[in-house]
């Protein structure tokens, strides 16, 4: 017979009532997305029932004791037949597409170095070609991969308008590169990777004694639209700005930094939306940081 899976403080279940509550707001925009995309119930029941036992296989093992089937049933609620089933698939893996894992060191280094920005941190325009020593788009390649050519990556970025190409043979970024767009696979990827991220840190906080993670916000009701459309702009600024900040701190620190098994991620995101008529406003007016 087994016995209850011992807790941990932290590990005590919330009221499942307001935990479920909760849920539903973070899921609603991802079953939008679903709907739209044609992923019905039932294959997201199938993704959802590899992923719990993934989870508990992988994420659940007690010190010193083999994971069992009985025991990923008893976590899950899943029948063992269906768990030795799907079990040993291993733990699920983001894959970095090679095109968007060298398409962001080249833009990081870009934005980060201080011989291809200005004073403020924007990306100067940079010569195709230049001597030793000076700056240029093919030196900023090459310092980051040699297995390609430069103008084959010049090449896949202006196809993809990700940056242009003047008659002075002066390459230019566009606003474009710092926003991958439609769907794509770049896209794609950064919406599991920040959304992951994202919950990752305020699961960290709710679970611990006291939170760990910055995941804070600012939120005002009751706006017109001509007043969240100028704080939407005022706050993509100041977003860009910290970003930009932040990546020009982490390029200098990796220059000497010894390396090891730790990654860093700080993302900011905006979001208005007009409020349904037969939704009732927020109580009051003012908002502010939480």
Not at 62 to 67: D, R
Not at 133 to 152: N, Y
Not at 154 to 169: M, Y
Not at 184 to 192: M, R, V
Request: hydrophobic share 40%; with cysteine.
């Amino acid at each position: 017979m087994l016995s209850p899976v011992p807790q941990s403080p932290v590990d005590v279940p919330l009221d499942t009532t307001k935990l479920q509550a909760a849920l539903v707001r973070v899921l609603r925009p991802l079953v939008r997305l679903l709907v739209r995309r044609g992923i019905t119930f039932p294959a997201l029941c199938d993704v959802l029932r590899e992923l719990y036992v993934n989870v508990a296989e992988y994420d659940f093992v007690l010190p010193g004791k083999e994971q069992t089937d009985s025991r990923v049933s008893l976590l899950t609620g899943i029948h063992r037949k269906e768990v030795r089933r799907l079990r040993g698939a291993g733990a699920p893996v983001s894959a970095v597409p090679a095109s968007l894992s060298r398409t962001s060191r080249i833009l990081a280094r870009w934005l980060a170095d201080r011989r291809t920005t200005d004073a403020e941190g924007h990306p100067l325009p940079l010569p195709r070609v230049a001597p030793a020593g000076q700056p240029s788009f093919e030196a900023l390649v090459e310092s980051i991969t040699r297995d390609l050519r430069p103008r084959a990556v010049l090449d896949e970025w202006i196809d993809k308008r990700l940056a242009t190409l003047d008659e002075a043979d002066v390459v230019t970024l566009l606003d474009r590169a710092f926003v991958p767009q439609g769907g794509d696979e770049q896209q794609l990827y950064y919406f599991g990777r920040n959304l992951h991220d994202h919950v990752a840190s305020a699961v960290a906080n709710i679970s611990a004694e006291s939170p760990r993670f910055l995941e804070r916000a600012v939120h005002y009701d009751g706006l017109s639209a001509e007043l969240a459309a100028d704080l939407e702009r005022r706050s993509r600024d100041l977003a860009m700005e910290a970003l930009t900040a932040s990546n020009r701190q982490a390029h200098d620190g990796c220059e000497g930094d010894a390396g090891g098994r730790w990654r860093w991620n700080f993302g900011v995101y905006v979001f208005t939306e007009e409020v349904s008529a037969a939704e009732p406003p927020s109580a009051g007016r003012p908002g502010g940081d939480a």
